[in-house]
């Protein structure tokens, strides 16, 4: 399994980055997808879900409204698109997999799988 983030950058204040993720060795749409985040010296967080079988999808109230996860079931990719972003998204941004449904989404715990990450820089 290999989950390959790409997307990320640096961009002012208000503006947007698209993230994306490619899986291989998972079928994106048959398993739980999510997005985390991680500044040096904190937690991993989670920041968005998406749900097999159906789509239903799920965010940390920092980014509602602002970020939108999605998937392309042809490219088998995950994707993070982030409008508004403030200073405080700034993070490494890593794509997260899980077969299994135990677990809260927003919990490292909860996926088996992981990217290596992709950089995220907002100036203000």
């Known amino acids: 399994v290999q989950l390959v983030e790409s997307g990320g950058g640096s961009v002012q204040a208000g503006g947007s ?5 490619a899986a291989f060795g998972v ?10 985040r991680q500044v040096p010296g904190k937690e991993r967080e989670g920041v968005a879900v998406l749900y097999p079988s159906g789509g239903s999808t799920g965010y940390a109230d920092s ?20 409008n508004t972003l403030k200073p405080e998204d700034t993070a490494m941004y890593f794509c997260a997999a899980e077969w299994s449904a135990l677990g809260h989404w927003s919990r490292t715990q909860s996926f088996r799988y992981w990217g290596q990450g992709t950089q995220v820089t907002v100036s203000s």
């Open 63 to 82: 980014v509602k409204g602002r970020f939108t996860i999605s998937q392309d079931n042809a490219k088998n990719t995950l994707y993070l698109q982030m």
């Open 27 to 36: 079928t994106v749409p048959f398993f739980r997808m999510a997005w985390f």
């Open 17 to 21: 980055l698209r993230l994306s993720c």
